[in-house]
């Protein structure tokens, strides 16, 4: 029998992670707000998470009067799916007060984020303390609960409690590097919080004050250290590369979801890989109100580099996101990939 050599690379071909299309998974600004007007300047980190290989990362930051200043990243870290950039810039005692704006551009996708530049008496710090995490080691799919503190100060050495203030969840997985929220949950009279989730993967957890609008004119934002959890499971890991393109456009107009399915692979004596996984249902999900909910809208099988590519309308504005439900979770267990948003106009 003749064997087609081209045939027999492609199908052996495993996907090259670094390869995948680029995402800007989140960015962050650090402190947020700014304070200015005091004897020193004010050193603001912007921080960036891409998926995919990114030849580099560009931004600007725009004034209130809508002058810019450019942005210059550099990657500081880096693992198998996703990398992280830096830049930093000094907002000096005559930089402009009111609602500044950073944007930041890989490949193709540009993404936007607001912060505040106060030029009154700093505000006060806040801080999250205490985050634990029980039980440690947890069963997959039991609950776990992530307590912790928030508080502020009321002196030059001394902190107090924030009570009735919202606290958002973050998790990030192991070998990722963005955050992703997973609740949200109200401070008690002694600033403490309590919150249950269902334990899915082992990774890193942290809580994160963002405060309302009347907050931020007068304390900092605030995110804890990150603590891990072990979650134990049979079955091994699976990962979803995920991209959804353009953007933005017209309602109705077709959207491209492409990605890559993976399973992570641990041979005996050899170092741990994450290989594709072939001829597997995986579906696409639209949640229009962000809320979490959202239907299923299609489904693809992975080919033999676990790649799927899916075209669907746009109806209206919302969030999108691949699932592989795992038929067989001994074996290898269900993921969910991150959520890309797509606007309609």
Known sequence: MRINRHLLARLLRRPALGDALVEI??????????PIGGEDATEVTVEVVTSGRADEVRGELTAPDES???????????????????????????AAAGRWRVEVAAGDIVEEREFEVHAEDKPRR?????????????????????????????????WG????????LLFRA??????REVARVVTGRSGRFDATVTATESGFWSAEFRGSTEDRARLTTARSAEVRSTVRSAGARTRIIYSAKPRSGKRGRKATHTGTLLVRVEPTGQPARWDPLPQQ???????PAGSGAG?????????????????KKVPSTGDWHVRFDSQAPAQRRSCKSPVRKLTAD
């Open 281 to 287: 249902r995986v579906r696409l999900w639209f949640d």
């Open 295 to 311: 239907a299923v809208q299609g489904s693809a099988t992975t080919g033999s580099n676990g790649g799927f590519t899916l075209r």
């Open 126 to 158: 806040s801080r999250i303390d205490g985050v634990e995490l029980s039980p440690d080691p947890v069963d997959e799919g039991s609950p776990l609960t992530v307590s912790g503190r928030l508080q502020a100060t009321t002196g030059k050495d001394d």
């Open 25 to 34: 998974e989140s960015v962050e600004v650090d402190p947020d707000p700014v």
């Open 174 to 179: 192991d070998d990722m590097l963005a955050r």
């Open 161 to 168: 409690g924030l009570p009735e203030r919202t606290v958002a």
């Open 68 to 94: 810019r200043t450019g942005l210059r990243f550099e990657c500081v870290e880096r693992t198998p799916f996703e990398e992280r950039w830096r830049a930093g810039h000094v907002f000096g005692r005559d």
